[in-house]
């Protein structure tokens, strides 16, 4: 279940699991200036009003609150301070359906009832006046996974002025409501209320922690307050005059030397003068985004070019409802990463990812195939991958894992009889509640109690494997290779100069995937020499 941030406070939601989140480092370098860039994409829920107008921000306005984010965590600009978050945004190019796109809808809300009136709220029973976040937000919604969701809306909460923005934080999020909410006329390229509900988007509590109107006891800055270290204890205010901290009675402590600038100048507190998260912060952050949003640094959306989709395959059924228990948590296929939530939490039992998680493996190559169940609980686990291309998940050889537990993993290598290189080929995983009738790639049973787990489809290429000559010598001398083997349909070739390679008359026809000479080198084919399907340039 997703925490929601609100400028008045924490509301919590019930966790079926608690997580522990650790801000240990997974390895990312915090001094690094290397840029990971993020696709957002930006809804604007007007009321029919023409683009420029109050509730309907113009592009422009648009651009320039994106300009904004980037400035801030990226330290650009002579008023910000403290660290470089080492990220940058940018409006996505590719939709959901690999259509290309501006990376900004415009959706009329009226028809939402009590939207144009009221605004969006999270709470229809305080403000009943409004338009729950729900039914707002499915007007316009992508994957939570690919694209990092800004909603643009007329008020929160009923009031053109107050809120001006909220967001949730990553884990157990749902895909329904997950993104940042922000009130058009804070999409101005000067209003930093993206800049503090980013940093919720990325597990920042506020600077102050919950201390609103007191002082509350922090003797450990890693598990009280706001759970950083090198944030000051302290509490709510918007006055950036004070000299005394009244959590300490000491003057505010220099958190940028250079600028002079203090916890009041944090972004993840509420004064008039934030310009800088700290060191702290920025490890919390980027360690969420490894855990918790890795699916943003593997989505293909700022890369029209990459829309291969496999061959189509069947529409998975479910014989029961949706399940707040069981599903496809999070899944690891060598490079690629993806988090999510349970059936129910994602509102769907079958997901089709092939568009924007793309992933690439090497013939022969080991990978390691790890699926976590919704919080780990146990469940019925199996991958497949059309190694054909011929959009039917034929087992077992199309089965390349399968077992039962809260996170099944293992290593595959991808080496088959009749394996497609150079071709998108559909994969799916398919994660079911423990004590149903084992899943199949097209079905899920689950339990009527608890209800069905996941299907999830993405797309991957296998590319040749490179394979060069070490000398000169007979096609089928595995010496004369530098993958010591003779070379295969799956390897792409490359002899390299002043080498000669001859295929005898006694081997017969040979097969793969690709051949390069550079200057001076031969291929002198006696027998039969078939070149496959190319090298995947």
Known sequence: MPQLIRIFGYIYKPLMVTLVFSVCWTGRLLSSSILDTLPVVVH???????IGSPDNPSDANINDMIALINNAFQKNGAMYGGANIGLAFKLATKSPQCDSTTGINRINGSSVADYTTGGITTDSIVYPNCAHELYVKALSR????????????NMIDGFPMGNAGYAYFPEYNSALTDGVVIRADAVNGINKTIIHELGHFFYLYHSFGNNWASCETE???STQGDLICDTEKCMFTYDCTATTNPCTGLPWQIADAGLNYTVLNNFMGYTDCAWMYTEGQKSRMLNALDMFRPGLLTSSALNPNASFIPVPACIPTAVNGLSPYYGIERVVIGSMEVYSNSSMADAQFYIDRTCNQQFTVTANQNINVGITGSYE????????????????????????????????SGNVVMQFAGMKTCTPLRLRVVADHPSAPPPTACLLTGTPADGVGQIEDYTIIIKPRPVESLSSGNWNNPAIWSCNCVPSTSDALLIKTGHIITVPLAVGTVYCASVKLQPTAQLNAIGNVYVANGGCE
């Open 142 to 153: 992508w994957p939570n996974t690919d694209y990092i969701n800004i909603w643009v809306v």
């Open 377 to 408: 609980n146990w469940c019925q686990v199996k991958v497949f991958l059309d190694y054909d291309g011929d959009g039917v998940f034929e087992p077992p050889g199309e089965l390349i894992l399968s077992g039962d537990g809260g996170i099944v």
């Open 44 to 50: 604007v829920i007007h009321t029919g009003t023409p």
């Open 219 to 221: 003797t450990n800055c």
